[in-house]
């Protein structure tokens, strides 16, 4: 199973970007996929998670009401889109894919991850 991850670019504070993520999976229905995120010298960090179905989602405390994850149930490709952004939102983002069922917020999750794209926002 591979990943790539795209749409990343440079934003000014309060603007939107969309981040895909191509899983290319056999069904891309058995995986739940996940969206990290990760700045020079940190810990990579969860920021959202929807589950396999794409019934269920979940975000980290920090991006919640302003980002929104989906999927398309017909094709293989999974979505973060990103509103009202901050300059702490700049990071290097990951996704990240498992076969299995519910929601997956840590690392230890996911046994598949793409090659991530930069997001930074600046004035």
């Known amino acids: 199973v591979q990943l790539q991850a795209s749409g990343g670019g440079w934003v000014q504070p309060g603007g939107s970007l969309r981040l895909s993520c191509v899983v290319s999976?056999?069904?891309?229905?058995?995986?739940?996929v996940g969206w990290f995120r990760q700045t020079p010298g940190k810990e990579r960090e969860f920021v959202a998670a929807?589950?396999?179905?794409?019934?269920?989602?979940t975000y980290a405390r920090s991006v919640q009401a302003r980002f929104t994850v989906s999927r398309d149930t017909t094709g293989n490709t999974a979505y973060l889109q990103m509103n009202n952004l901050k300059p702490e939102d700049t990071a290097v983002y990951y996704c990240?894919?498992?076969?299995?069922?519910?929601?997956?917020?840590?690392?230890?999750?996911?046994?598949?991850w793409g090659q991530g794209t930069l997001v930074t926002v600046s004035s």
């Open positions: 990240a894919s498992r076969a299995a069922d519910g929601l997956g917020l840590d690392l230890d999750e996911y046994d598949y």
């Open positions: 999976a056999r069904t891309f229905s058995d995986y739940r």
């Open positions: 929807i589950s396999r179905s794409g019934m269920s989602e």
